[in-house]
Structure formats: C-alpha cells, structure tokens
C-alpha cells in the first residue's frame, strides 16, 4: 500500500517567521512529488513540483527532497497571514500507477499576525 | 492558462436520485479524474480516465461510475444517491504524470 503521510498540525508559526512542512512517503521508486495549497472551502492549487534530490526554491517558497530518506519538505520564508492554509504533499509513485497522485490528508498553517 | 470547471458549485440531492457531475477542461490533457474530500480523510480517488471512452477505477468506486465520451470532458455519475455520498467533488486533470489542476468543486448534499 502506497502511502504519503503528514503532520495534521495545525502548525502555529508568528508573521514573518519560516513554516516548515513535512511528508514522508513510502516507496523508494517514487518519481515526482507537489506541493498544493487549499484554502477552506476551496480547492488545491499548485505550488510547486520537484523531480530530483535537492532543493528547489519559487519565490518564497522552497521544497526539498531527499529520496533516500523518503521525504519531502516546504520551508515558506517571511509567512504571512494569507498563507494560513492546509498543505497537501502528493507523490507519483509511477510504474502501474503512472498517472496517479496519492496525496497526503495535509497539514493547516496557521500565520499568526 | 489553465481551465478546468465544474458544472455546479453547490447541489442538494434527495436519497436515490441519480446524480451528474460534469467537469470540462481546456487543456487538451489526456488524464481525467474524480476525487472526493471529506474531513479527516483527505483526497480519495474514485475514478480516473486516461483517454477518451478509457476509464479505471481508483481506490473508492462503489456507487459511482463515469464517463467520458470527449477528450475534454469527464462526467461523474452517482446511480442513486445515498446520504454517506455527501462530500466535496473535485475533478482534475494532467499531461502524463505531471501536475495536476483541479476544478473548483462541487459541494454536494444528499438529504
């Protein structure tokens, strides 16, 4: 059973501080990795993808990924209130799940002005 | 830009009504897919179609099926409606097994 897990928080940082958000997953053959944002009652929207081992940095926002240990991250630097949100992790697994997403039940943000 | 849209944002139903979800996308992308969310539970995939008439089931098909006889459009059907299909609906679609964009929602009650 392939799997991807996260903290369900909420996740309580100060305006201006770094949020850092975490997921672990299960298979070593996993592929691609994305990070979405869902707002209540809303729907999620990307924000960023990551493919290869390393960091990779949008703006504010930055993933890390490291396969060996099976897990993924987004730091958002200078948070702000209207990054308060749930977080959804979503892996490809690949081989016969190849157009699949399993996510994971995210983790809430909370950015305290 | 990206478009993906749902027929409906808000629906009430009555228990074993038949019910359609419609979701269209202006992307040209092949893969399609219906998801519900509820609290506590996350995103569970409940069908998915990788090409026009082409269809799988994902990890919670009972009480639904699907069709999609367009590439750019992708129906969800609930065959008769039960108060434990009360849930927000989201429809999304993908190149391959790159990102996938979702459709705004539709949040459906059955009384």
């Known amino acids: 059973q392939k799997e991807v897990e996260q903290n369900s928080g909420p996740l309580s940082v100060p305006e201006g501080a770094i949020a850092s958000l975490n997921c672990t997953y299960s298979d070593r053959v996993s592929q691609s990795f994305f990070w979405y944002r869902q707002y209540s009652g809303k729907s999620p929207e990307l924000i960023m993808s990551?493919?290869?081992?390393g960091d990779k940095e949008d703006g504010r926002f930055t993933a890390q990924l490291n396969k060996a240990s099976q897990y993924v991250s987004l730091l958002i630097r200078d948070s702000q209130p209207s990054d308060s949100a749930t977080y959804l992790c979503?892996?490809?697994?690949?081989?016969?799940?190849?157009?699949?997403?399993?996510f994971g039940s995210g983790t809430r943000l909370l950015v305290r002005p | 830009d990206v478009k993906v849209t749902q027929s409906s944002r808000y629906l009430v139903k009555r228990t074993g009504e038949k019910v359609f979800l419609e979701c269209v996308q202006d992307m040209d992308h092949e893969n399609m897919f219906w998801y519900r969310q509820d609290p506590g539970l996350g995103l569970r995939l409940i069908y998915f179609s990788y090409d026009v008439k082409m269809k799988e089931k994902g990890d919670i098909p009972e009480g639904y099926s699907v069709s999609r006889e367009k590439k750019e459009r992708f129906s969800l059907i609930l065959e008769s409606a039960s108060t434990n299909q009360t849930s927000m609906y989201l429809c999304a679609s993908s190149i391959g097994s790159d990102t996938q964009y979702f459709g705004p929602g539709t949040r459906l009650t059955v009384l």
């Open positions: 979503a892996v490809n697994f690949g081989m016969d799940s190849s157009y699949k997403l399993i």
């Open positions: 990551i493919y290869s081992n």
